[in-house]
Structures are given as structure tokens and as C-alpha cells.
């Protein structure tokens, strides 16, 4: 099973500030088949980035996502209000059982 | 537009039983893979179950293996999951998602739906 470690777990920053996140994987993920999804308090996870780094559909071009192998990388070019929230990373390259990372908080400072 | 409308949850005593519901709308139900991803109180995400379109092939996490079962009616397009045996553990949001991808028993989560409560009381 691949373990996902993602850092920090609070992100404490400013609307209008740069915000970069880190998905460390504990093996290779095949075919950089890495995801993010954005969890905003009270809703559902949604959809970011796939591929490492394509956007979803309808995700803004300040999110864009970066990496290969065991490091990734999300990064929210300037913090809307609408951004704080929760990301998790997630690989799907493995045939084994769906895992996620413990999340990173983006807090507003 | 996509829609995935989950139902069932509610409180129930350990032990106890509950059947979940997912009602889906504006995609061919069919032809994809859906799963079962759960959030317990103030933490992360944790896979439960997957099911392939014409269930075929299910998959279920470690935590829930023997006593939860997944399955779906295509032609209602509704994806069900069956606890049984459940646990104080087992308290958590509980949501059901489409599959845009998968390999093996592992996808990418494309559209989820609000999710419902489920609270295990010991």
C-alpha cells in the first residue's frame, strides 16, 4: 500500500497570498496518477487536479499542480476567501485499495 | 449536471444495521464505478467500498470487510451499501462517488455526492 504524507498540516495565510502544498508518496506512483480534492467545512470533497496536473472541470487556473514520482505538489497562486479550506492528495496508479492523504488545513492568518 | 443524492443514515445502537442509499442523476449510471468513501467526526477521508459498473468485481477496506456489502441497481440508478455488525468506529459521513478512472480496485473520484450521518452509539 502506498502511503501518502502530506505537509504542512496548517497552512496559516493571508488573502491574496501564495499557498504551496506538499504530497509525499512512500513508493513511486504510477503514471504520476495523483489527485487533489478540496474539502470546504460542511460540503463535499471536490475534484482539483488529476494527472498531478490537470484541473478539473470549472477549477480556476490559480490552482495548478506540479510533481513526479513520490513528490507532488499543489499550489494556489493567490488565496481567494473560497480557497480556505482542507486539501487531500490521493494516488490511483496502485491496484490496490484507494488511499488518501491525512490532509493539509488552509487556515486564514 | 451530475448529481449524487445519499440517504439512510441516521442513529443506530452498535451492533445494528443500516442500509445507505445513493440516488444518481445526469450521467449514464451504467457505465462507471462507484464507491463508498466515509469521514469520521473531524477527520480525514477513508475509503470503504467499490463497486465496478456491472457488478462484477466489489472491493472492500479492511475495516469493513465481512460486514458491509455494496451493491446497485442500474436500473434505478442507485448504489446501496448494507452495514451490519456496525461499530462506535463506523460513525462517520458517510458518501458515495463516481469513478472517473480506475485501476484494479483504485480510482479517481470525479463527483461525490453531500453525503449522510451515520452515528454508532455504544
Known amino acids: 500500500e502506498i502511503v501518502l504524507t502530506q505537509s504542512p498540516g496548517t497552512l496559516s495565510l493571508s488573502p491574496g497570498e501564495r499557498a504551496t502544498l506538499s504530497c509525499r508518496a512512500s513508493q513511486s506512483v504510477t503514471s504520476n496518477y495523483l489527485a487533489w480534492y478540496q474539502q470546504r467545512p460542511g460540503q463535499a470533497p471536490r475534484l482539483l487536479i488529476y494527472?498531478?496536473?490537470s484541473r478539473a472541470t470549472g477549477i480556476p487556473d490559480r490552482f495548478s499542480g506540479g510533481g513526479s514520482g513520490t513528490d507532488f505538489t499543489l499550489t494556489i497562486s493567490r488565496l481567494e476567501p473560497e480557497d480556505f479550506a482542507v486539501y487531500y492528495c490521493?494516488?490511483?496508479?496502485?491496484?490496490?485499495?484507494?488511499?488518501f492523504g491525512g490532509g493539509t488545513n488552509v487556515e486564514i492568518k | 449536471e451530475v448529481q449524487l443524492v445519499e440517504s439512510g443514515g441516521g442513529l443506530v445502537q452498535s451492533g445494528g444495521s443500516l442500509r445507505l442509499s445513493c440516488t444518481a442523476s445526469?450521467?449514464?449510471?451504467?457505465?462507471?464505478?462507484m464507491n463508498w468513501v466515509r469521514q469520521a467526526p473531524g477527520k480525514g477521508l477513508e475509503w470503504v467500498a467499490y463497486?465496478?459498473?456491472?457488478?462484477?468485481?466489489?472491493y472492500y477496506a479492511d475495516s469493513v470487510q465481512g460486514r458491509f456489502t455494496i451493491s446497485r441497481d442500474n436500473a434505478k440508478s442507485s448504489l446501496y451499501l448494507q452495514m451490519n455488525s456496525l461499530r462506535a468506529e463506523d460513525t462517520a459521513v458517510y458518501y458515495c462517488?463516481?469513478?472517473?478512472?480506475?485501476?484494479?480496485?483504485?480510482?479517481?473520484?470525479?463527483?461525490w455526492g453531500l453525503g449522510t450521518l451515520v452515528t454508532v452509539s455504544s
Open positions: 462517488a463516481k469513478a472517473r478512472y480506475c485501476s484494479g480496485g483504485n480510482c479517481l473520484l470525479d463527483y
Open positions: 490521493q494516488q490511483y496508479g496502485s491496484s490496490v485499495a484507494l488511499t
Open positions: 494527472g498531478a496536473s
Open positions: 463497486i465496478s459498473s456491472r457488478s462484477s468485481t466489489t
Open positions: 445526469g450521467f449514464t449510471f451504467t457505465t462507471y464505478t
